[in-house]
Every structure is written in C-alpha cells, then in structure tokens.
C-alpha cells in the first residue's frame, strides 16, 4: 500500500492550496480516505474524508465551510482543496486508508485508530 501526499507549502492567511494524494497498492472491497493533521505539540486530528462506496464526505467542525474533499477515481488520487487559509491550520497533513465491508458506510471517518495505512505527510504553513 503506497500513500503520497503532495501540495503542501506557505501560504498567506486567506489563501488556498490543493493538498494531493496518490493512493495504490490496496484491494479493500470497499474504503474510506481520510486526511489528518498534526501541529506540533499537538495530537493528530482527523480533518475530512471521502467513502469509495458512495462519495459520502465528512469534515471537520474547524474546516467546514473552507475545505472540500473530493476524489478523482480514474487517477486514483483524492484532494485537499483548503480555502480561507489560518494560521491555525498550520500542521503536517496526512493522508490514510481504512478497508471498510462491502456495503457498510465509514462508522468513524475522523478517527485515527480506525486507519489501516498512512503516507509520510506534507507540510502545510499559513503566516500571519
């Protein structure tokens, strides 16, 4: 299972970045692909995801309305699309895979222990 994150940088606060993952290697009947963050110091909070089965997503309360979540099956690669940028979204910013029943809807999108693989993390910085 591979996991690539890309798209991270520095950004102005109010500004936008499109955060990508490039996903292989798995062969789940079903899946979910979460994206997560972590600030230093700070635990790793689950930011948003998207379900394979029906393009459910979920968000975050503290990005709702400024990220989308959206997935291009064809390349199978999911984004990150951030808008209205803080500096409190300052954080690495992971991607993960959770292999789901076929049929069954994601029970926990934001939770972390509920992830099976993970990629090795973009950096995002928003200044001031």
Partial sequence: VQLVESGGGLVQAGGSLRLSCA???FTFDDYAIGWFRQAPGKEREGVSCISS????TYYADSVKGRFTISSDNAKNTIYLQMNSLKPEDTAIYYCAVQG?????GVS????RHAYNYWGQGTQVTVSS
């Fill in 23 to 25: 996903a292989s290697g």
């Fill in 100 to 104: 789901l029943p076929r049929g069954m």
């Fill in 53 to 56: 089965s029906d393009g459910t």
């Fill in 108 to 111: 926990r999108p934001l939770l």
